[in-house]
């Protein structure tokens, strides 16, 4: 039977909810055979994951999720077979990850100005020592509060980017520069769910198809090697040109779940696989740390 690849999961290690273990032990229970732990700004899951997916029987793919920027857009890079020792790597992930305490405490504070019982403790008491911190903790303790009846709803009403009366940016690299740190790292970067409804990136009305093109020529030029096509938040045209600019650059297609633990996003690991083919490709060209194969 050929196999169920899921490159992309979260863990309490960031803005997951389950362990790694637990997520791997998810990802099982739901057939998959190939699996890659992929927090954001963080490689700190990985030895657990590792050791999980051993005692499971499923081959391990060491990954991580880089928050960058692309024209003032807030974008994601996902980069398999990095080292996680690599200065440039701990440099920028650090960065991001100590901007992230600076944001997180401000957006809710903000929010608890207008919403009782939303203190940092409180909302602190959601988050795992350590993990990357992010909108999804706060969201949590919406639900909690009963602001909100879902993390969906809490993301919709108050969490987004359009909410200027609440939402405040992070520092993050260049995707140029997340790239270009990957690629140093032994890496593959791979632009994660590029032409979502709600996160603009490339795929802005102003700009012309040729225009999309060309930007997604320049960041292969830099070193991108790969798009995640199939990913439920891309948008179905999305995915239908992201799969032409794939084919026009011969760049890997991948296709992950993005779980992040039940209650989270409605996606459970396998909700989008990655083939084989592809899997060979970003196998072959890694070279920063080692897949464990099954
Ligand atoms: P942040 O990194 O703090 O800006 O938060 C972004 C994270 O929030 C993403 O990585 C997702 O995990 C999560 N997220 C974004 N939109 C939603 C949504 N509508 N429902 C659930 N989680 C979301
Ligand atoms: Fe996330
Ligand atoms: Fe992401
Ligand atoms: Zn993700």
């Not at 040729?210 to 090697?225: N, P, Q, T």
Request: proline share 5%; aromatic share 8%; charged share 25%.
């Amino acid at each position: 039977m050929a196999q169920r690849i899921d490159l992309h999961l979260h863990s309490t290690c960031s803005d997951g909810v389950e362990s790694p273990t637990h997520v791997m032990e998810v990802a099982k229970a739901q057939g998959i055979d190939v699996a890659a732990l992929t927090d954001h700004d963080t490689t700190s899951g990985w030895d657990e994951a590792r050791a999980a997916c051993a005692r499971l029987g499923m081959t391990w793919v060491p990954g991580i999720e880089f928050s960058a920027s692309l024209d003032g857009d807030s974008v994601h890079l996902l980069g398999y077979l990095v080292n996680p020792e690599d200065p440039d790597l701990l440099e920028e992930a650090g960065k991001t990850r100590d901007d992230r305490v600076w944001r997180f405490e401000t957006m809710v504070d903000k929010i608890n100005a207008d919403i009782d019982g939303l203190s940092r403790d409180f909302v602190y008491s959601f988050h795992t020592e350590g993990a990357t911190l992010g909108r999804p903790t706060i969201a949590r303790a919406l639900v909690d509060l009963g602001v909100v009846a879902s993390v969906s709803e809490a993301f919709e009403e108050i969490l987004a980017p359009e909410n200027d009366r609440y939402f405040v940016g992070h520092y993050a690299p260049t995707i140029e520069r997340a790239i270009e740190v990957v690629v140093g790292a032994g890496g593959v970067p791979v632009f994660a769910h590029p032409w979502t409804a709600d996160r603009a990136s490339l795929a802005r009305p102003d700009l012309t198809d040729s225009e999309i093109d060309a930007k997604f020529g320049a960041l292969v030029d830099r070193g991108l090697a790969g798009l995640e096509v199939h990913h439920e938040e891309n948008t179905p045209f999305g995915r239908e040109r992201l799969a032409a600019i794939a084919a026009q650059f011969d760049l890997i297609i991948t296709g992950s779940s993005d779980y992040h633990g039940e209650g989270m996003k409605p996606v459970l690991p396998g909700a989008h696989t990655t083939a084989p083919a592809m899997f060979e490709r970003i196998a072959a060209a890694g070279t920063g740390s080692e897949i464990v194969w099954a």
